[in-house]
């Protein structure tokens, strides 16, 4: 960041697919804010996966929400395209599971409260045109850490994969092969991607309660698996008859059969704990 003279660059907080995040200290504001900064090398990068990077900050910036990373700004460097977002202090959710718990995974309370906030975030996304189409818990950040028994709130992030309504859909499935619906494996052109999202958010619960893949295996078994929807509940964790009523319901390898944002709205393992109206 050495191009530019507003941001203090003080620390790495985290890799992906496409570029390095790094905190750094917004020197404008006062008092100084901590940002996140997403650092995309210029060159044949940008070139070869434009239309990704225009959708991730066209559609990230459209969203305006506590519940997903906003994006500030967005600039250009010599070498690099930053794009400035609100930095979330928890880390990611695949790190806060393993972290909690002995066994790296969470209390179906805890999930529970994970799990609605994604879907209401989730919800505001579908209903302005933009399904994520890359959920999964490296891609869920939380906005501190959760020690002394304070919830922390989920902000979602990573648009990188994500398509507005208007656009054409993209040919080729996106996204991680473990978190990817069953239509989207089987490369449907026309496959309703909020529809595919709702199977991501399943493997994410899943996950977060019992500390482990519902699919996971090597390629071409981990496709078949999916597919049909084939996956166990480990014995040794309790979880309660109507948490396992949702994940079966979401978990559907038909997308017509699977549970819809609406549905899941109106589960009552869902509406446990939430303010009446909300
Ligand atoms: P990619 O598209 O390369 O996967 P992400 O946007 O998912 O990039 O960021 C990679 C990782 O960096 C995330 O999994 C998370 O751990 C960390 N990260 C990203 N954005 C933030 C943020 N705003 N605040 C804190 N950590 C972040
Ligand atoms: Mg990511
Ligand atoms: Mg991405």
């Given at each position: 960041?050495?191009?530019?003279?507003?941001?203090?660059?003080?620390?790495?907080?985290?890799?992906?697919?496409?570029?390095?995040?790094?905190?750094?200290?917004?020197?404008?504001?006062?008092?100084?804010?901590?940002?996140?900064?997403?650092?995309?090398?210029?060159?044949?990068?940008?070139?070869?996966?434009?239309?990704?990077?225009?959708?991730?900050?066209?559609?990230?910036?459209?969203?305006?929400?506590?519940?997903?990373?906003?994006?500030q700004e967005v600039f250009l460097t010599k070498s690099h395209l930053a794009i400035v977002m609100e930095y979330a202090r928890g880390g990611d959710l695949f790190n806060y599971t393993m972290r909690h718990g002995p066994h790296g995974r969470l209390i179906e309370q805890q999930a529970r409260w994970i799990f609605q906030q994604l879907i209401i975030g989730l919800d505001y996304c579908h209903r302005r045109g933009v399904a994520n189409r890359d959920l999964k818990l490296e891609n869920l950040l939380l906005d501190h850490d959760g020690k002394d028994g304070i919830r922390p709130l989920l902000k979602i992030c990573d648009f990188g994969y994500s398509k507005h309504d208007r656009s054409s859909s993209a040919k080729s499935g996106v996204g991680t092969p473990v978190y990817m619906a069953p239509e989207v494996i089987l490369g449907d052109n026309h496959y309703n991607a909020k529809?595919?999202?709702?199977?991501?958010?399943?493997?994410?619960?899943?996950?977060?309660?019992?500390?482990?893949?519902?699919?996971?295996?090597k390629e071409p078994r981990l496709a078949r698996r999916i597919v049909a929807a084939q996956y166990t509940l480990?014995?040794?964790?309790?979880?309660?008859?109507?948490?396992?009523?949702?994940?079966?319901?979401?978990?559907?390898?038909?997308?017509?059969?699977?549970?819809?944002?609406?549905?899941?709205?109106c589960h009552p393992w869902f509406l446990e704990g939430l303010p009446p109206g909300a």
């Open positions: 960041l050495a191009d530019c003279r507003h941001f203090m660059q003080v620390g790495e907080l985290g890799h992906g697919t496409f570029g390095v995040v790094v905190k750094a200290i917004d020197l404008r504001e006062r008092p100084p804010r901590e940002v996140a900064i997403k650092l995309l090398s210029r060159g044949n990068f940008i070139k070869q996966y434009k239309t990704y990077v225009k959708r991730e900050i066209d559609n990230q910036s459209r969203l305006r929400h506590p519940l997903i990373v906003s994006i529809k595919a999202d709702i199977w991501s958010c399943g493997v994410i619960l899943y996950s977060m309660l019992f500390g482990k893949y519902p699919f996971n295996a480990p014995a040794n964790v309790a979880v309660s008859p109507d948490c396992l009523d949702m994940l079966t319901k979401v978990l559907v390898a038909e997308p017509a059969q699977r549970m819809g944002m609406e549905d899941i709205k």
